[in-house]
């Protein structure tokens, strides 16, 4: 009969912790949530504050009279027939770490990870400098995109030799010695894993470069802005393990995944970085939900999705960062973002107007059917 109520960041709520936390609680005992206060910031009072994100969660074993609360801030709270550990109104779902997509869609792997101590990453004019001393380098040199890279539109440099040949790479002596460091540093490392990279240091420890243009997802996104900004990449590009690679993915998929949809889901089964919204490939990803679609269905998608790439080129001289700016998004930007949130909004069935709760509430039943049906449906 015991009511209790637990105050705690709220990573307990987010991300691969929902389901190792809850679902024990839920299934074994039959816990259930008598109110929650979602996401607050609790301020330290020492000098230096400290700033931490908190939830704090009343449960019992026992039913209650009264309906279950959700406080959304300033004691505001609305009343609701159940509480999930995502803390929205919806069944009882534990979106668990899965390895390949739920459904029938492009698979999804992180970028590349050089483990060099920074020997083969350079800034533009870092680049510059070394092919004055070493010109034969210079077809070696490519665009090195991150998160932070890719959304701020300012790509650093790859030295990428993992293709050059032994006798090419003697013949530039300050590439070789570049080589020779991340030999020395892989060496001197307490891992026997990266130690065995030594044996070919002009290798990356992760490789990931997609023969054709590819979709890049940054892994950590601001929370304020309102779609998590993803592109195409050509195949000249190097991306570091700080994003996510989709080879083959269309534009249909695209639109799927730029759309406020998608975003909504994003919103409440990531992981956090502070507050930082952190895309992971085997929770937000692999367990997204897709519909069923035609190929008048993938059709329209698609002519929304080439309208925000059409709107984003009209804007060479801005980042994505500047383009995702909740003040500074341009008005036709938005309204192709709008265009495409009602098409995919439509194509799962639910009103173009529909509440994020809302939209989040029907993705987990649709997880929920799917993962019963235990396959991987075609969208």
């Known amino acids: 009969p015991i009511r209790a109520a637990l105050v705690s960041t709220n990573s307990i709520t987010q991300g691969e912790q929902v389901a190792l936390i809850w679902k024990p609680l839920v299934d074994r005992f039959g816990i259930h949530i008598d109110f ?53 109104e919806a069944d009882d ?22 483990i060099d101590d920074g ?17 034969e380098a210079a077809k070696y040199f490519r665009p090195f995109y991150g998160a932070q890279e890719f959304i701020n539109n300012k790509p650093r440099y790859c030295l990428w030799l993992g293709d050059c040949s032994p006798a090419e ?22 891992s026997p894993g990266t130690q065995k990279l030594a044996d070919r ?4 420890h992760v490789e990931n470069m997609p023969d054709s ?17 993803i592109g195409y990449m ?4 190097i991306c570091s393990d700080r994003v996510s690679l989709i080879p083959s993915a269309t534009l249909y998929h695209f639109g799927i995944l730029t759309s406020l949809l998608h975003n909504a889901w994003m919103r409440v089964v990531c992981g956090r970085l502070k507050s930082d919204y952190l895309y992971s490939n085997t929770i937000v990803y692999n367990n997204f939900p897709w519909p069923t679609a035609t190929d008048a269905d993938r059709a329209k998608i698609e002519a929304t999705a080439e309208a925000i790439l059409d709107a984003r080129a009209k804007y060479p ?63």
């Not at 790479?169 to 307490?190: I, T």
């Not at 240091?201 to 990356?204: D, I, K, L, T």
């Not at 036709?332 to 009602?342: I, K, V």
Request: a positive charge; one cysteine or more; proline letters at 9%.
């Open 36 to 88: 929650a206060y979602r996401t607050f910031r609790w301020d330290s009072e020492m000098a230096e504050k400290a700033h931490v994100h908190c939830v704090i969660i009343g449960f019992s074993m026992t039913p209650n009279d009264a309906p279950p609360r959700i406080y959304i801030g300033k004691g505001d709270f609305i009343e609701v027939k159940h509480v999930n550990a995502y803390l929205i």
């Open 93 to 114: 779902v534990f979106v668990e770490s899965r390895t390949k997509p739920l459904c029938g869609v492009p698979e999804i792997g992180i970028g590349n990870k050089p």
């Open 119 to 135: 020997n083969y990453l350079f800034t533009a004019e870092e680049r510059d400098a070394f092919i004055k001393l070493e010109p």
């Open 169 to 190: 790479l003697r013949r530039m002596p300050h590439a070789l010695k570049r080589v020779e460091a991340v030999r020395q540093f892989r060496l001197a490392s307490k």
């Open 201 to 204: 240091p002009a290798r990356f």
């Open 213 to 229: 243009n590819y979709l890049l997802v940054p892994r950590v996104s601001s929370e304020r802005r309102q779609y998590v900004p």
């Open 234 to 237: 050509t195949p000249d590009v």
């Open 317 to 379: 001289d801005s980042s994505l960062a500047d383009l995702y700016d909740a003040a500074a998004m341009p008005p036709d930007l938005r309204r192709a973002h709008t265009l495409n949130d009602a098409a995919v909004l439509r194509l799962y069935g639910l009103p173009a107007d529909a509440p994020e709760p809302t939209i989040v509430a029907h993705l987990m039943n649709l997880y929920k059917e799917l993962t019963a049906k235990n396959e991987r449906p075609c969208p």
